[in-house]
């Protein structure tokens, strides 16, 4: 049974992530001092709780950890102890030993290094994982919360994905048809092994054992090191430029999004799952309009040239498509000024007979009007 103390820190965060998260980080500090249970941390004088985090900070620097996940750690017991109203610890002087350092050279993965990724995983999961990070652009913390209810089919064989459904998170994003064919072989292998898929399944398992029969979701951790694997087996590292494991794919979805000369930077922020602050607000977008803008750049999101090809010529298909509809838009509102053109012609000449004496309006049920022509004496 969770202690008081624990369920006053859950109920002080607001994400279930950052709940499991920190407890997580919460738990290592525990052990690394030997602690009996997370409510020690309380029990510990601020004077001493600092040394000895601050030991902790620099074992951390020492073995090279990055300073994100440092922070991490002490956000997590800070938050502990704030939420606890345990207030006899310095985290400003805290803060100093975790200043934000210069960034590490980062870029995208590029097309080729997916593509040989993709040849060195075998397991139909984890292949359809990669495309699944690479044309949706979604972080990793995605993953573990995303249900199979949170799918809806589009046109061309592309998928609309709910990210964080129900949260304030929320947001909207797409799967090519590349992601979406081997997903579907992915969900069809689990159905074929006996699993009843239902909307509320995970979209990805994590690996389930005999111990722990139950079928959970993929966890974080899980798509990490699913990821040094592949990048490991794959021979892609390259010294001076580290990719962030799964932010790579994000980086690169963002980047080939922005590169066409069409794109419209609201709508890919929100693909995105950006916070826009006030124009979160006002600015509404419908699905069919960021699905319009996620297809400019669906073929260069695709990692197999023939799939590519395929994107491609359906890009075209609907630019084509898209031409033939302004066209027709265009014809019908000639034919509509031509009609308007036409009425006017007619009524001005009626105006003109009038003006002339030559007809005269001639009322019946207050309904109708007719012309009369006069008669000549």
Request: charged share 30%; with cysteine; net charge positive.
């Amino acid at each position: 049974m969770k202690t008081r103390a624990i369920q006053i820190f859950e109920a002080y965060l607001e994400s279930d992530e950052t709940r499991k998260h920190y407890n997580y980080l919460l738990k290592k500090f525990a052990n690394h001092y030997k602690l009996e249970s997370l409510d020690a941390i309380l029990s510990i004088k601020g004077e001493e709780l600092m040394k000895r985090i601050e030991d902790y900070t620099i074992l951390f620097k020492e073995n090279g950890m990055s300073m994100s996940y440092i922070r991490s750690n002490t956000f997590a017991l800070q938050s502990f102890c704030e939420a606890n109203d345990k207030l006899d610890v310095n985290w400003k002087k805290l803060r100093k030993l975790c200043k934000k350092q210069k960034s590490r050279k980062s870029r995208p993965y590029t097309t080729s290094e997916i593509k040989r990724m993709l040849h060195s995983v075998k397991d139909l999961r984890n292949k359809a994982l990669m495309l699944f990070l690479s044309s949706s652009g979604v972080r990793r913390g995605a993953i573990p919360v995303l249900k199979i209810g949170n799918l809806k089919q589009m046109t061309n064989g592309c998928v609309a994905i709910t990210v964080y459904e129900g949260s304030d998170e929320e947001y909207t994003t797409f799967i090519n048809k590349e992601c979406n064919d081997a997903l579907t072989l992915y969900i069809e292998q689990r159905k074929h092994k006996g699993e009843i898929v239902t909307n509320d399944s995970p979209v990805f398992l994590g690996q389930s054992t005999n111990s722990s029969p139950k079928l959970k979701a993929m966890s974080e951790a899980s798509v990490s090191n699913m990821m040094i694997r592949a990048k490991n087996n794959a021979g892609v590292n390259f010294e001076g430029a580290p990719n962030i494991l799964c932010h790579a794919f994000r980086r690169r979805f963002n980047t080939i999004l922005k590169m066409n000369k069409e794109s419209n930077s609201p709508l890919i922020e929100r693909l995105m799952g950006h916070d826009m602050k006030l124009d979160n607000s006002y600015f509404q977008p419908t699905l069919d309009d960021l699905f319009t803008e996620y297809q400019k750049g669906m073929a260069d999101l695709t990692i197999d040239d023939s799939e590519r090809l395929l994107a491609e010529r359906k890009s075209i298909e609907a630019q084509k498509s898209e031409i033939e509809v302004q066209k027709q838009e265009q014809n019908s509102m000639k034919e509509q000024m031509t009609i308007l053109a036409e009425n006017q012609a007619k009524m001005n000449h009626i105006m003109e007979m009038i003006a002339r004496g030559e007809v005269t309006l001639v009322g019946k049920n207050n309904e109708k009007i007719t012309l009369d022509l006069i008669k000549s004496v």
